[in-house]
């Protein structure tokens, strides 16, 4: 199964900053996503992170907050910009596999973000 | 629009009997519904996947079913261990759509 290093796993940022979350998944994989995890509610999608080109975003989100960049095959980072207490939640990277591995996604452990 | 719907937000169940989670979709015809685990502070797990020409399907002591006239997925854990409590999410699929929809997740707390 793929393994995906996700960092950091917390941080704690001021209102009005930037963050950079990064992801590294230890094999090919065909897709990338990014996820949101509010609490006590569903994940939800963000975006689909595009080798080499711009990023898909789901209704509701922007590149302009959540620019994403994926260069290669197995790295894709998120940026959530000028940031509010709104955007405290949880941020999940995950991928399909190939193959037979394809319809499952494997999570990262996740970033808690807090705003203050 | 398209939902999925884990009725029960937390099940507590007494170790060694049978933990039964519920998954409702509505304004969908998923092709496939998958089921993940998910413990405090971790991203969630893949357990199993179940097609919709598929009635039941088993991996060792867990067991899930699909009922499309129902518009519903059934997820059982038999002999339930405290190990097992952790909050278990449902999602849903289409082919060719690379896309999940997931529901709020049950937490499943075993009690010994």
């Known amino acids: 199964s793929a393994v995906i290093s996700q960092k950091p796993s917390r941080d704690i940022c001021q209102r009005g900053t930037s963050l950079t979350i990064q992801c590294q998944v230890d094999?090919?994989?065909?897709?990338m996503f990014w996820y949101r995890q509010q609490p006590g509610q569903s994940l939800t999608l963000i975006a689909t992170?595009?080798?080499?080109?711009?990023?898909?975003?789901e209704s509701g989100f922007v590149i302009d907050k959540f620019p994403i960049s994926r260069p290669n095959l197995t790295f894709s980072t998120l940026t959530v910009s000028n940031m509010s207490p709104e955007d405290s939640s949880i941020y999940l990277c995950?991928?399909?596999?190939?193959?037979?591995?394809?319809?499952?996604?494997?999570f990262g452990s996740g970033t808690q973000l807090s705003v203050l | 629009s398209q939902k999925i719907e884990q009725n029960s937000e937390a099940l507590n169940i007494q170790e060694g009997k049978t933990a039964t989670l519920t998954c409702n979709y509505t304004?969908?015809?998923?092709?496939?519904l998958q089921w993940y685990r998910q413990d405090p502070g971790r991203g969630p797990v893949f357990l199993l996947l179940?097609?919709?020409?598929?009635k039941e399907k088993r991996k060792e002591r867990l067991k899930v079913t699909f009922d499309t006239t129902l518009k519903q997925s059934l997820f059982h854990i038999t002999a339930s261990q405290p190990a097992d409590s952790a909050t278990y999410l449902c999602?849903?699929?289409?082919?060719?759509?690379?896309?999940?929809?997931f529901g709020t997740g049950t937490r499943l707390t075993i009690i010994p």
């Open positions: 999602a849903a699929g289409q082919n060719g759509n690379e896309k999940l929809t």
């Open positions: 992170a595009n080798q080499g080109s711009e990023a898909t975003y």
């Open positions: 304004n969908y015809s998923p092709a496939y």
């Open positions: 094999s090919q994989v065909t897709m």
């Open positions: 995950s991928a399909r596999g190939r193959g037979q591995r394809g319809e499952k996604l494997f």
């Open positions: 179940i097609r919709e020409n598929e």
